[in-house]
C-alpha cells in the first residue's frame, strides 16, 4: 500500500469534480451525505449493461451463468474487504437504512419480548434509531439512550449503566455523520458481549475511510451504503454472524429467498439468499464490488492519512475564523466537521456557500437529537474524501469568511 | 401599485447585479425591511413547516385590502419574505389569488422554488393565498 | 403514436443484442426475467454519475437540488405514465417484490386481525405469494387461493366465492409470468370493490407490455420493476391510492421520512416520503424515467402490436413441433410462451439452446404451484421484448427441433 | 487405473470434438451407460438437491474400494454424473478425497461448477467425498 495518496491523480478519476457551479469551480464537501464516483465504478455499471445484463441464480443460460459468477464473486469481494468468516455472511440490501430496518424486524421478531429494552446512543443517525424506537414501541418496551459529552464523546460509564438493564440488542454508529466521533465500538462491543448482548454497527460513515474487521471488531452485525464509499446508489451491505442469520426469519419474501413452496407451506432458501427477496441489483452489487477494490488499491492507510490531515489542516483554519464554534471535537474523529459562525443560521451560511460553488451540508443531518442538545438549529458540515485537497479548504474557509460578514 | 408593476420594480431592482453575491446582499438587506410580525403572533400557529429554516406569518384585513407581517430565523428567507410581502400585501384578496409568481424566475430565485429549499417558500405562497381565500369568503 | 414498429432500428439502441454466446448470435428470449436496456437508459446513469450525482432533499448545494428537481420530475413521469392522479401516490422501491411486501407488511398490520383471510389467485409469483401467505401465518389465518384452468385461465366463479369469505385484501397477478395468461383485472378489481376489499395488482409483466392507467382499473395498488421494462436493477414502483396510503404505518424507518424525532416520540414525513426511508436510488429512478420514455416514444400500441404478431407466429411454429405441449394457452395472453417437447427434462433443453446462442429459462419460474398443478417438473419458457423478430423465432424453433433429436 | 488416467481418457474422449453440440451429444450417450442406482435406493434419502434437475447417487464399499451408483431425471446432468462416477468409483477413498477436478476445466464443462447451474455438480462430488470419508472412517 501506497502511504502517500497522488490526488491529483484521483481527481482525474473522478468526473463530477471537474464542473463548475454558478460559474465557480465546484469544491464538493458534501461526501458524508454520498461521495462521487470514479470512472472505473461508472464504466462498470456501462459494461455491465450493455454487455453482462441478466438476471441471475436460476438462469440456465450463458448470460445468466456469467452474471450469476459475477455477483458471487462481488460478495466474496465485499467478504474480504470486511474480513467476514463467510461470504454467505454478506448480505446484500439496498443501503444502511435497510440493513438496520432488516436487523430491527428479523433479530426484534426473534429476540424481543414484551417489556425489552434497546439500547442505542445519542449520536445515532436517524436510520440507526428510529427503527429501534419503532421496534420498542411494538414491544412494549423502553429504548435505552447512552449519552454523549460536549466534546461529542460517549459516556461509557453510562453506556454500562444502560448494558445493565441487560437490553435485547445494542446498535452504535462506528462515526458519527453529524459530529465525525469515531466511537471506541471494539470496547462498546466487548462491553455488551460480556452481558451476551448482540451488536449492530452503523457503519455509514466508515467504510470509506477505515479498515473494517468484523471477526476482529467481533460485531454481531454490519451495515453501510454503497453510494457513500464511491459506489453506486440503491445498494448496500448487511454482514451478519452466520450464528444470528441462521436463527433469524426472514425479513422479505418472494425470489430468490424462496426454496421449495406450496400453498399449505414454504421453505427457505440458505444463507446469504434467504434474506435476499426479488431480482437482486446485479449492477449495483457489481458497481460496488469496483468501488471497494478502487479504495483497497488506493489503500485504506494512505487514504486516512490525508484525511486526517485535511482534518486537522481545515480544524485549525477554521477555528482562526471569528466567533466560529465547532460541534464534535472528539479526540478521535473522522473528517467531518459541523460548525457554525455566530447566531448566523446555517441555511444562510449554506445558501451562499453555495453560489461560491461550494456543496456543504446544512441542517441537523438527520441528526435532530445532536442539535437539541447543543440547542442549535443544525450546523453546516464539511466533510471530505480521499480527492479534497488543501487548497479547497483555503476556498472554504475565504468563503465562509466573506458570507459570514454579509450576514451580520 | 399593481402587483405587475411591483413585480416590475423588484426585477429591476435585481437587474443591475450580475454577481450572484450582489443579489444576495440586496436580498439580505430586504429582510430587513420585513413588516415584522407582532411578538403576540410569533407563535407556533402562525409558523410554517417545510423549510430548514422557520418562519412565522401574520394576516390582516382592511377595506377590502390583505396585510401580511413575517419573520423568519434566517436572514435570507426573511428577504424572500420580504419580497413576497412586497408583492402580496395591501392587495386585494383576488389579486393575490390571480397572482402570477413569474418574477421569481425572472430575478433568478427560481431555485428556491425547488421541492426541497423551498418547500419553504411554496407553503408560503399557499399560505398568503390561503388567508387571501378565508378574507373572500368572509367580506365577500 | 406509430403503429408500426421499427425493429431493426430499436435493436441497433440495445448493445447487448450485438454479442455472440458460443460463437452464436445472442438470440435473447429471456425477457420475462429481465429485459435488456438501450443505450439512452445506459447513458443516462452514466451522465447522473458524471455530472449529477447527488444526495437529495435535504441539501442545500447546487447539485442536490438539481438532482432533487430530477428526481422529482421522474415521479411526475411515472405518475402519469400509469395514469396516477397523484404523483405523491408514486412510491419508489427496490422493485416489485418489495413493492408487495410493503403493503403486504403496512396494509396488513392496518387491517388485518386473528383468522382474516387474504386472497391470491394459483397463478402468482412466488413475490406476490409468499407474502401473503406469511402474512396469513402471522394472524393465524387462511390464505384463500382462486382456481385456474387448464388454459390457464382463472375461475372466475371460484374467485367469487372466495371473495364472499370476505377476505381483507386481494392480491392478483395483471400477467402472469410463467403461463403469459392476461387476467381481467379490472373486472376481477370491481368484484372485490363490490364488497369493499382493497386490491393489489402486481404489474411486474405488464409494464412493458400494455399501458396502465391506475384510475381507469381502480386498483388499490399497482407494484412494478425497472429491469423488466428497459430499466435499470435495483428499482421499483408501488403505486397507492392516496386514502390507503395515508392511513398506512411507514414499512422502514430513517432518512427521508422521518419529519420530527425525539427519543420519545418521532412524527412521519408526507407522502410519498412517509414510505422512503434512507437514501433513495435517485440514478435507478432517473434510469427507470428514461426507460419508461423510451417505451413510451415507441408507444405501447406498436410494442403490443407487433408482440402478439411474434406471440402468434411462435405459437403456430411451435405447435407444428412434434410431441411439444404449451401450458398456458389463455385466449387473452401476453408474449410469454411456456412448453415442453416428450417427456424431455426442460433443464436438457435449455442447455442444449444455451448452446446455440438461445437465451431462455427453465424451471418453475417461481410459479412453484403452477408446476404442481400440471404436475411437471417445470417448462422452458420464450418471452418476447420489442426488440425481437421473427426471425429469432425461426432459430428458436430450428434449434429446439435440433436439440430435441438429440435427447430423445 | 488411476484417477489421473481415467481423467486423461475423459478428455481425449472430449478433445476430438470442436463443437459444443458435439460434446453434449457425447455426453447425452454416456448418461446412457451410467451404473444404474437400484430402484430400493431411489429414495428422498439419496436426492442431491441444489440443481434444477434431481440426481439420485448410492454407494458402497468391497475391498478397500469404493463403487457409485446413480441416476437422473435429466440426461445431460445424467451425462455428468457418469464422467464422475468413472473418475470416483473403484478408487480408495483417499483416492477419492485427494481428487483434482481439473479435468471437468479442461472438456470445458466449467459452466456446469458456477454457482447457478450446478450447485447440483458441486453438491455431487461433496456428497461423493463424504461417503469416502465415512468408509474411511469405518474401515481405516
Ligand atoms: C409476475 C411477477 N411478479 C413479481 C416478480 C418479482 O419481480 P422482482 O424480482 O423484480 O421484484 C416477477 C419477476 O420475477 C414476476 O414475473
Ligand atoms: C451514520 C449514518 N447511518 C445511516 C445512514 C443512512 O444511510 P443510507 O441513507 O445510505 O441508508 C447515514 C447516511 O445518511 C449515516 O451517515
Known amino acids: 500500500m501506497n502511504p502517500n495518496l497522488d490526488v491529483s491523480a484521483i481527481r482525474a478519476d473522478f468526473p463530477a469534480l471537474h464542473q463548475q457551479v454558478f460559474k465557480k469551480p465546484l469544491v464538493y464537501l458534501d461526501n458524508a451525505a454520498t461521495t462521487q464516483k470514479p470512472k472505473v465504478v461508472i464504466e462498470r455499471l456501462q459494461h455491465y449493461y450493455e454487455l453482462e445484463n441478466s438476471n441471475i441464480h436460476r438462469g440456465v443460460h450463458h448470460l445468466s451463468q456469467q452474471a450469476t459468477v459475477a455477483f458471487e464473486q462481488a460478495r466474496k469481494t465485499i467478504a474480504e474487504l470486511v474480513h467476514a468468516a463467510n ?16 436487523v430491527a424486524s428479523s433479530l426484534g421478531r426473534l429476540l424481543m419480548k414484551k417489556g425489552d429494552h434497546v439500547l442505542v ?34 459516556d461509557l460509564e453510562h453506556y454500562q ?30 462491553m455488551a458481549h460480556k452481558l451476551d448482548i448482540p ?66 407451506k414454504t421453505s427457505f432458501n440458505c444463507l446469504p439468499f434467504k434474506f435476499e ?21 488506493k489503500g485504506y492507510d494512505a487514504i486516512a492519512a490525508h484525511e486526517n490531515a485535511l482534518l486537522a489542516y481545515a480544524t485549525q483554519q477554521l477555528k482562526n475564523i471569528e466567533g466560529l464554534r465547532i460541534f464534535g471535537e472528539s479526540p478521535n474523529k473522522a473528517s467531518v466537521i459541523s460548525f457554525l459562525v455566530h447566531e448566523i443560521h446555517p441555511f444562510d451560511l449554506g445558501t451562499l456557500l453555495d453560489k461560491m460553488g461550494i456543496a456543504l451540508r446544512t441542517g441537523h443531518h438527520c441528526a435532530q437529537p445532536i442539535m437539541d442538545f447543543y440547542n442549535i438549529p443544525g450546523t453546516v458540515r464539511a466533510s471530505f474524501a480521499m480527492y479534497n485537497t488543501f487548497e479547497e479548504v483555503d476556498v472554504l474557509i475565504q468563503a465562509i469568511k466573506k458570507a459570514s460578514a454579509m450576514l451580520r | 401599485m399593481s402587483i405587475e408593476s411591483i413585480q416590475q420594480t423588484i426585477i429591476d431592482e435585481f437587474s443591475s447585479f450580475d454577481d450572484w453575491m450582489d443579489k444576495y446582499n440586496l436580498l439580505i438587506e430586504m429582510g430587513k425591511d420585513t413588516p415584522m410580525i407582532e411578538a403576540q403572533y410569533k407563535t407556533n400557529n402562525h409558523l410554517i413547516s417545510g423549510c430548514q429554516s422557520r418562519v412565522w406569518l401574520h394576516a390582516s384585513y382592511r377595506d377590502g385590502k390583505v396585510y401580511f407581517t413575517a419573520d423568519s430565523d434566517a436572514v435570507i428567507t426573511k428577504g424572500i419574505v420580504n419580497l413576497l410581502i412586497r408583492v402580496f400585501s395591501e392587495q386585494t384578496p383576488d389579486a393575490i389569488l390571480n397572482v402570477d409568481l413569474g418574477f421569481l424566475d425572472k430575478i433568478g430565485l427560481k431555485e428556491h422554488l425547488s421541492p426541497t429549499r423551498s418547500n419553504g417558500l411554496l407553503s408560503m405562497v399557499k399560505q398568503m393565498k390561503m388567508y387571501a381565500q378565508v378574507f373572500k369568503l368572509k367580506n365577500g
Chains 1, 3 share one sequence.
Open chain 1, 277 to 297: 427477496a426479488g431480482t437482486p441489483n446485479v449492477g449495483g452489487v457489481l458497481g460496488m464490488e469496483t468501488a471497494m477494490n478502487y479504495i483497497l488499491e
Open chain 1, 87 to 102: 461470504s454467505y455472511e454478506i448480505i446484500f440490501t439496498r443501503g444502511t437504512t435497510e440493513s438496520v430496518n432488516l
Open chain 1, 161 to 190: 449503566q444502560l448494558l445493565e438493564k441487560r437490553p435485547k440488542i445494542v446498535a452504535i454508529a462506528h462515526i458519527s455523520n453529524a459530529l465525525g466521533t469515531i466511537n471506541p465500538v471494539k470496547e462498546m462491543i466487548s
Open chain 1, 199 to 264: 451488536v449492530l454497527v452503523d457503519g455509514a460513515q466508515s467504510i470509506a475511510h477505515c479498515p473494517i474487521d468484523v471477526q476482529d471488531l467481533d460485531c454481531d452485525f454490519y451495515a453501510f451504503s454503497a453510494h457513500k464509499a464511491y459506489g453506486p446508489m440503491g445498494i448496500g451491505v448487511l454482514y451478519g454472524k452466520e450464528k444470528w442469520l441462521e436463527k433469524m426469519p426472514p425479513y422479505q419474501f418472494g425470489g430468490e429467498m424462496v426454496d421449495q413452496v406450496s400453498f399449505e
Open chain 1, 121 to 154: 446512543t445519542a449520536i445515532e443517525h436517524h436510520s440507526n434509531m428510529v427503527p429501534w424506537q419503532q421496534l420498542c414501541e411494538q414491544y412494549d418496551s423502553n429504548l435505552l439512550v447512552a449519552r454523549f459529552d460536549q466534546q461529542g464523546v460517549i
